[in-house]
């Protein structure tokens, strides 16, 4: 379960399925089975339970960064109380220990923009290359890169961090940037959606014109793709904004680390006796960390659910 | 992952005549797929063949670094603490996996059933958890069960009720057990929710002109639909279950007493390495739990297939 484990990515990337060619039609004016079905308040309510199971620690987190440190500890939790100091508690994140926590966030975006970004654009040339060109070797291509995707993230981690010692990458923005570059799942997916969304007559079309086979990828191609380019963007975006594993085991200077690891440091700094008690730190800083993912999110959470159909329904 | 190769169009898609654009052997393809494999080859493919040449091998500080076979392997057989990691992991895969898959196959069905008011607010706010990351997921969690202070704390004062403590270790795993439910609920059961939307709509109609009520048509035509989704859904939790670290490691500030170094097999290779430098057996560790958990996914891939035929 702890796919949940951004460990040495593929899990994660692999975790949905593959890309609907026809989702988008289908789904279009097909609300239900078609039949005039009464609401059911009985399940509504039940779903109800599930949403507020969903929805309550989040509610709790939004409600204990407005709490100041002594009301957190001496209030109810699921309720405001005292003052509200949401914006000290934001202010005081942001500054703590000058500024670290900008830092962290900064080290996320370079993460997420390099490592998302370059993933996607990999699997965008890869799985382009697999479904449009016949060349030697393609088959053990498919074999290499299916049969190494069964290998749990675990087997990788720590073997990877040796490697990359000796390599001096550990410790360097390229120990977490270069294993979130590879992703199967967006291999996979670009290839499936490329087979038909691109048609082979276009592009031949395109080569009795002249044009060069990059040429012809970056100016039609890729425009073809674009609906199969959002949801692996969006798979890869989610997974290095989430990733812990892999920079927990990379990094050991704090400079270099990701909210998600800092985040834990500050956790582990105020259980210690004698620590900093920051309490307030880590959960503002919490709040802070989810905030941008969970706008993207429900942007463009309607692109991973067209994303995620077809691979159900192909397997 | 496994899943990937669970999927059978590679084998479809290859075999139909497709034409390639020149018929002699052509590398232009490489010039696309290559730099993938690059990278690919040196953050995948390296570190395996690493870690199996690790196994082989034992650093002991006399003779050296020395080839020693399997032994690493008959350790780790052997070892107790990686039995007792594994069994934990093992029963964290047989109690959570299927509770948290039923709530979301029923939550599929529920949105998809038209039955329900504001299906679509409730389809989005179940699926907002997959996006919190685990670290955080894990802290709201781990704060909300403190006795103490957390909401566990308020609410055994509040009506003067004793809940057993989250944390402790007879408990823990199912408090763990919790948090991942609630990472995943909305991840599956969109998995599964896609899945139904794909079903052809006269399908329904069909059956229900031959009277077949809601219960029968879930049973007839929605689940052997959803038999697809349910085996990649149980594969991705497979191996997320074998490879459990993110929210034990982080709950262990929290709970340092009940929640041991070799907690989970994930945990115990980590530990290994970065507490106790022994590289080369965690190493074995790892490729054996690779190796478990790949021929149990397997397992679980072939039993739903099994059951289709």
């Given at each position: 379960m ?20 026809y ?31 969903s ?6 987190l ?31 994140t ?21 490592g ?28 290499v ?34 294993p ?52 692996v ?16 085991i ?37 709040l ?28 | ?34 730099p ?9 493919i ?9 196994s ?5 500080l006399?003779?050296?670094?020395s ?25 964290f ?74 944390l ?51 049973r ?90």
């Amino acid at each position: 379960m702890s796919t949940t484990d951004q460990t040495l990515a593929p899990a994660e990337k692999a975790k949905a399925p593959r890309m609907s060619r026809y989702t988008s039609e289908k789904k279009a004016g097909k609300s239900n089975q078609g039949l005039h079905t009464k609401k059911s308040i009985i399940l509504t309510v039940i779903m109800g339970a599930l949403l507020i199971y969903s929805l309550l620690p989040l509610f709790w987190l939004f409600v204990n960064s407005t709490k100041t440190q002594a009301e957190l500890l001496n209030s109810f939790g699921l309720w405001f109380s005292g003052p509200n100091a949401l914006w000290d508690n934001i202010v005081a994140t942001l500054s703590y220990n000058d500024g670290v926590f900008v830092r962290w966030f900064g080290n996320t975006l370079l993460y997420v923009v390099v490592g998302a970004g370059g993933a996607t654009f990999l699997a965008a040339l890869g799985g382009y290359g697999l479904a449009k060109f016949n060349f030697p070797g393609k088959k053990a291509v498919f074999a290499v890169v299916l049969g190494a995707v069964a290998i749990p993230g675990t087997a990788l981690a720590v073997p990877t961090f040796l490697m990359f010692s000796q390599m001096g990458l550990t410790n360097t923005p390229w120990a977490v940037i270069l294993p979130s570059l590879i992703s199967p799942f967006g291999l996979y997916l670009i290839w499936t959606y490329a087979l038909d969304a691109v048609p082979t007559e276009v592009l031949e079309a395109a080569r009795m014109d002249g044009s060069g086979e990059f040429r012809t990828f970056f100016t039609i191609s890729l425009k073809l793709l674009a609906p199969g380019l959002v949801t692996v963007l969006l798979f890869t975006l989610v997974a290095t904004w989430n990733n812990y594993f892999l920079p927990l085991i990379m990094l050991s200077e704090p400079t270099w680390y990701p909210l998600t690891v800092g985040l834990n440091q500050w956790n582990q700094q105020a259980q210690t006796v004698g620590g900093d008690v920051i309490y307030n730190l880590v959960i503002t800083g919490s709040l802070l960390t989810i905030v941008p993912i969970v706008v993207a999110f429900l942007f463009l959470q309607r692109y991973w659910q067209s994303g995620l159909a077809a691979g159900s329904v192909k397997a | 992952m496994t899943t990937l190769s669970t999927l059978p169009p590679s084998g479809q898609t290859l075999s139909k005549p497709r034409k390639p654009h020149v018929q002699k052997r052509d590398w232009t393809g490489w010039k696309f797929i290559g730099p993938f494999m690059i990278v690919f080859a040196l953050v995948l493919i390296a570190p395996v063949l690493y870690s199996i040449y690790l196994s082989f091998f034992k650093d002991q500080l006399v003779g050296g670094n020395s080839f020693v076979g399997f032994e690493n392997y008959g350790q780790a057989l052997t070892d107790p603490k990686f039995w007792e990691s594994m069994g934990r992991v093992t029963l964290f895969f047989v109690v959570q996996v299927p509770i948290m898959l039923g709530i979301a196959l029923f939550a599929a069905l529920a949105i998809d059933s038209a039955r329900l008011h504001l299906s679509s607010f409730f389809r989005i706010a179940i699926f907002l958890p997959y996006a919190v990351p685990a670290v955080v997921a894990t802290l709201m969690w781990g704060f909300m069960y403190g006795t103490k202070f957390g909401l566990v704390g308020n609410l055994n004062d509040f009506f003067n009720i004793a809940i057993p403590d989250p944390l402790s270790s007879s408990w823990v795993l199912a408090s763990i057990g919790n948090i991942v439910t609630w990472e995943f609920i909305g991840y599956n059961m969109i998995l599964f929710y896609a899945a139904l939307r794909v079903i052809p709509t006269d399908l329904y109609e069909a059956a229900s002109l031959d009277g077949a009520n809601a219960f029968r048509i879930i049973r007839s035509i929605k689940m052997p639909a959803l038999r697809p989704a349910i085996v990649i859904g149980g594969i991705f939790s497979v191996i997320g279950s074998f490879q459990l670290f993110n929210e034990p490691s982080i709950l262990q500030s929290l709970a340092p007493n009940t929640i041991s170094t070799y907690f989970s097999p994930n945990m115990y290779a980590y530990n290994l390495s970065f507490s106790g430098q022994q590289y080369n057996y965690s190493a074995t560790i790892a490729i054996i739990v690779g190796l478990i958990t790949a021929v149990i996914a397997y397992i679980v891939q072939n039993s739903g297939s099994r059951k289709e035929a």
